[in-house]
């Protein structure tokens, strides 16, 4: 009886044994072909172009409160205070990237604000062939329309710092007389480009702050071509992601990430009130006349 009772389980057994056999074959045989659907998904996505990094959206408002923070605030305050919160020489752009011009007794020069971002390339596309003025004014008109707009000005609102990522060997001037008052007019309070501008004496006439590489002398038709708005870029060998806070005076220009501004401007606000008082003791032994950097 044992063994007739053995002899019917085993049938059972085997039975599920099989199946779960089947059932293991059946998912080693599918994985593979699941990977390659799921990779070769993948691969076309990635194919089309994909950023990785998010962009982080702001209010007006958030921006008017966290530039309250950094009201009055130096590049080399700041400096110390990306210190202090361990980011010690991060955020400091190139010495190449300066002011084209300053103001040594109102520092108009001098600009605070938070960071829109665009980046031009150069273009691989053949120019202009000579030709007379009307044709060329209707190709330098389609250029501009097509390939080297503006779509950022749509962007920028009050306390807006303008952050250009440009043709770094193109003797462009994508930024003018011109459009650098109508930025301002819009509320920009200072542009930054790791490259070119032109009409830079213009510039200096209107005292809007402008930080470059060089002077460009040449119109974007022909030259260069606009691949991406309010995207990371680098700019003076540096990360700006949009909506950092970005400070710029005669030292140069200082990137401050948007999750550690807050803590950045309360140690450097500190540095700078004591800062203030010491010269301001100094300028009193020396007989010297205040002036708006100790005020």
Not at 67 to 87: C, E, P, Q, Y
Request: charge should be neutral.
């Amino acid at each position: 009886m044992r063994t007739t009772r053995a002899n019917t389980r085993l049938p059972v057994f085997l039975l599920a044994l099989v199946s779960l056999l089947t059932v293991s074959l059946f998912v080693i045989a599918a994985g593979p072909a699941a990977a390659r659907q799921k990779s070769g998904s993948e691969a076309d996505e990635l194919r089309a172009g994909k950023n990785f990094i998010e962009t982080k959206v702001y209010t007006a408002e958030e921006d008017r409160q966290i530039l309250k923070l950094f009201d009055g605030l130096r590049v080399a305050d700041v400096s110390d205070g990306m210190d202090k919160v361990g980011l010690t020489n991060t955020g400091l752009m190139s010495p190449e990237i300066h002011a084209a011009w300053k103001d040594t007794v109102h520092y108009a020069h001098r600009f605070i604000g938070v960071a829109v971002t665009a980046r031009y390339v150069p273009t691989n596309r053949p120019p202009a062939p000579a030709m007379e003025t009307k044709p060329f004014d209707a190709w330098v008109g389609k250029w501009y329309s097509e390939l080297s707009s503006e779509p950022f000005t749509a962007l920028i609102r009050e306390g807006t710092a303008l952050v250009i990522d440009d043709a770094p060997d193109s003797d462009v001037g994508s930024i003018g007389s011109n459009n650098i008052m109508g930025w301002k007019l819009r509320g920009c309070v200072g542009v930054v480009t790791s490259a070119t501008a032109r009409d830079t004496d213009e510039i200096a006439t209107e005292r809007v702050p402008l930080y470059f590489r060089r002077p460009g002398r040449g119109i974007r038709p022909g030259r260069n071509e606009i691949e991406s708005v309010n995207r990371p870029i680098v700019c003076g060998g540096v990360l700006v992601m949009p909506g950092d806070v970005i400070v710029a005076d005669g030292d140069g220009v200082i990137v401050v990430p948007r999750a550690q501004a807050r803590e950045v401007a309360e140690y450097a606000q500190a540095i700078i009130a004591g800062d203030k008082a010491g010269r301001r003791q100094l300028y009193k032994k020396l007989g010297l006349p205040e002036d708006d950097s100790v005020r």
